[in-house]
């Protein structure tokens, strides 16, 4: 069985500074973990993906995460907020190539001036 | 661009209605989702499907069921709507390479 909790429901921070949104997973087999992005009134977007590999992973907008397995986490970061990127996140986690995702509860972002 | 195109963006529909809800994708994509978005909830899953007339249950398959009978086509049915389904309602296809692409939803009201 694979969950995925989303630490924080809501995040705010000041333009400029830096954006982390906490993602935990559990997966009893080589997770696949990815993070979407929602804008208001529009559909997910693929922020960025990790399947295998180099385990920092970069994304669109500036985005990054880094796969920690000792850690059971794929945190999200950005060095630096803009008022753009004011949005809920999700966090998802998969098994196999094709197979379901499973989301967590999202965290949305709030960025200040 | 591929696409996952639901047939509807904002439905309204009473209490006791048969509600049927349309996914059309044109990727060729054998893996179809149908998840239901609630505030604070995230997406839960509430149907699957791997390939044509096969159907897997998600997590809230409850008042819910399913129908592929073409491969680009994975249908999600109320047979009965009730106001607990009020909700926006997300399909999404997915490759065997982790692509997968989501439709723009359905928000539905059951009133």
């Known amino acids: 069985a694979q969950s995925v909790t989303q630490l924080g429901s809501h995040v705010s921070v000041s333009e400029g500074a830096l954006v982390l949104l906490r993602c935990n997973y559990s997966s009893s087999v080589p997770p696949y973990l990815f993070w979407y992005v929602q804008y208001p009134n529009q559909g997910l977007q693929l922020l960025l993906k990790y399947t295998t590999g180099a385990t920092l992973v970069k994304g669109i907008n500036g985005f990054e995460a880094e796969f920690k397995k000792s850690e059971t986490s794929f945190h999200l970061t950005k060095p630096s907020a803009h008022m753009s990127d004011a949005a809920e996140y999700f966090c998802?986690?998969?098994?196999?190539?094709?197979?379901?995702?499973?989301f967590g509860k999202g965290t949305t972002l709030s960025v200040s001036s | 661009d591929v696409k996952v195109t639901q047939s509807s963006r904002y439905l309204v529909k009473r209490t006791g209605e048969k509600v049927f809800l349309e996914c059309v994708q044109d990727m060729d994509h054998e893996n179809m989702f149908w998840y239901r978005q609630d505030p604070g909830l995230g997406l839960r899953l509430i149907y699957f499907s791997y390939d044509v007339k096969m159907k897997e249950k998600g997590d809230i398959p409850e008042g819910y069921s399913v129908s592929r009978e073409k491969k680009e086509r994975f249908s999600l049915i109320l047979e009965s709507a009730s106001t607990n389904q009020t909700s926006m309602y997300l399909c999404a296809s997915s490759d065997l390479n982790y692509g997968y692409t989501f439709g723009s939803g359905t928000r539905l009201t059951v009133v």
């Open positions: 998802a986690v998969g098994g196999q190539a094709g197979t379901a995702l499973i």
